[in-house]
């Protein structure tokens, strides 16, 4: 029998007890927080029309049922609303956390769309799940029956997590692999926690484990293991290893220290967030604490960047993008809370190079200007000459993006299949790469993509190991 929930008012009490531990305010606060959230919620679904053109649900790649949930909501059944918004999203707590809803399913909600402002759906969504997990409405995964199948996952990031949960609902065999200390993905070491909270992915994990998931921390596939190795041990593998190589910077000075890789700068502070010991945090290397910080990127890396430099306690951060801020890659919403929070962008501005005796004092900077449309429509930055000058720095985040490391060298596997980008060659439906039971999903056949995307690929790729399975048991029974 689903739950309902009464919402009700609440008023913060004018006078407090003066004696109260940290743990009773958190305890107050969380308790109003909930209330309010609750009452946020229920207010946000109430507003959605139900217009029946649902081009929010359209526009989430994992096509949520969200006019339902949010009714549901709205009517406060919410037990029933959170079963069906993770009937298909494996982790909606995070996709309502780190979304860019602004370009999905809020972006497109009618409501938005006729100037009324949208319902906030990924806030009703985290709240949702969130509140499952509080009242224990989230369920361990049981497989009905044991299958004998085995699946190797290599890359235990959003992708790789969502296939193994599905796989091992099914009762499949599941040993995900990672060279990482903690499963995750960019999930744990990229986006940053104010982000995205690290005990809400690492629930999920454990509860993955708890189902029987093996996970084989530590080991770099290439290295560790070999990916041949890793065919013959299961009946099918998949490849889900995101994209690492960061894109570089050349010019005068581009070897001085002080000058940083993105991934490289948000790994550390991720790991000083776990307690971890970071030498290069440590020692100032990638803290940004009291210098002068200049990220050079338009996308939500650079903008992950200059809010942690912020947190970080950096005197000033700059934002350096060769274009204007209409041409943007990054979320429209994230460039806004980072000038909220004191980041300076500079628009039409690309590196020429760097100055500094050993370690960088400052970026050149070439001034720009956009010239006419490309191939592609888009106007091209071009210099304008005689105006560079130098932006002061003592730490300098390079954030140009990521792309794919050469799999097929890597793992000495030519007959695995990529295409002109590096990327990973899949069938668009299926998964299926170019060697036979050899499934790959998210970024290393997307290139950097989002979280939930990576979730829908791993999700369907699951189904599609299924029917490999299905397929290998007909031929046998066949022969
Ligand atoms: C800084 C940053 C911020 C982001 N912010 C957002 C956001 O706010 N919202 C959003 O939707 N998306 C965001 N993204 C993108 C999102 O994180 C990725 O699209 C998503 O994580 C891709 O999932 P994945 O499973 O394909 O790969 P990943 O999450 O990259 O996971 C791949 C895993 O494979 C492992 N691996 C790689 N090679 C090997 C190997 N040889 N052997 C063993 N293990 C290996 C890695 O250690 C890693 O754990 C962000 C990305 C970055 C870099
Ligand atoms: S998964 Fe993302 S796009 Fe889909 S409803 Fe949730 S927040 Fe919106």
């Not at 370690?359 to 091209?380: F, Y």
Request: with cysteine.
């Amino acid at each position: 029998m689903a739950q309902t929930r009464m919402l009700k008012f609440v008023t913060v009490p004018r006078s407090m007890p003066e004696k109260r531990t940290a743990d009773e305010r958190t305890a107050d606060f969380d308790e109003i927080y909930q209330e309010y959230a609750a009452e946020k919620a229920a207010e946000q679904a109430g507003r959605c029309s139900q217009c029946g053109v649902p081009y929010c649900q359209t526009h989430c790649p994992l096509h949520n049922n969200i006019p339902d949930w949010l009714r549901l909501t709205a009517e406060g059944r919410l037990q029933e609303a959170y079963e069906l918004s993770q009937a298909t999203n494996t982790f909606p707590e995070i996709c309502g956390r780190i979304c860019p809803q602004d370009r999905l399913c809020e972006g497109n909600c009618v409501i938005e769309q006729s100037g009324h402002g949208t319902v906030t759906i990924g806030s009703v969504e985290k709240y949702l799940t969130d509140t499952a997990w509080v009242e224990g409405w989230v369920k361990p995964i049981a497989p009905a029956a044991e299958r004998e199948e085995s699946v190797g996952i290599i890359g235990a990031g959003p992708g790789g997590l969502a296939a193994a949960e599905q796989l091992r609902k099914r009762g499949v065999q599941v040993t995900v692999y990672d060279r990482y200390d903690r499963g995750g993905g960019l999930m744990t070491y990229g986006i940053p926690g104010f982000k995205l909270e690290k005990d809400i992915v690492l629930r999920r994990i454990a509860q993955l484990e708890a189902a029987g998931v093996t996970f084989v921390m530590n080991c770099n596939v290439g290295e560790d293991i070999s990916f041949a190795e890793i065919r013959g041990k299961h009946d099918a593998v998949l490849i889900a290893t995101g994209v690492y190589k960061s894109r570089d910077l050349g010019g005068p000075g581009a070897g001085l220290g002080g000058i940083v890789r993105a991934i490289d700068y948000l790994t550390a502070s991720n790991r000083v967030g776990f307690g971890d010991e970071v030498p290069e945090y440590d020692s100032g290397e990638l803290n940004a604490a009291g210098k002068r910080v200049v990220v050079i990127g338009g996308g939500d890396t650079a903008m992950d960047c200059v809010r942690t430099a912020i947190r970080q306690g950096a005197t000033s951060v700059k934002c350096l993008y060769r274009r204007d801020r209409a041409n943007m890659p990054g979320s429209q919403r994230e460039t806004q809370n980072a000038e909220e929070e004191g980041v300076e962008f500079v628009w039409l501005a690309a590196p020429r190079g760097f100055t500094g005796e050993g370690s960088v004092s400052g970026v050149r900077v070439a001034k720009m200007r956009l010239g006419s449309p490309d191939a592609t429509g888009r106007r091209s930055p071009e210099e304008i000459p005689g105006a560079d000058y130098t932006e002061d720095a003592e730490l300098v985040v390079k954030a140009l993006g990521f792309e794919p490391e050469d799999l097929p060298a890597l793992w000495n596997t030519p007959g695995l299949e990529v295409t002109r980008w590096g990327t990973v060659k899949a069938d668009f439906q299926t998964h299926q790469t170019s060697l036979e039971g050899v499934f790959a999903v998210g970024d290393i056949v997307r290139g950097a993509s989002l979280v939930v995307w990576a979730i829908r690929d791993g999700r369907d790729a699951a189904q599609s190991i299924l029917k490999h399975f299905a397929a290998c048991a007909a031929r046998v029974a066949a022969e």
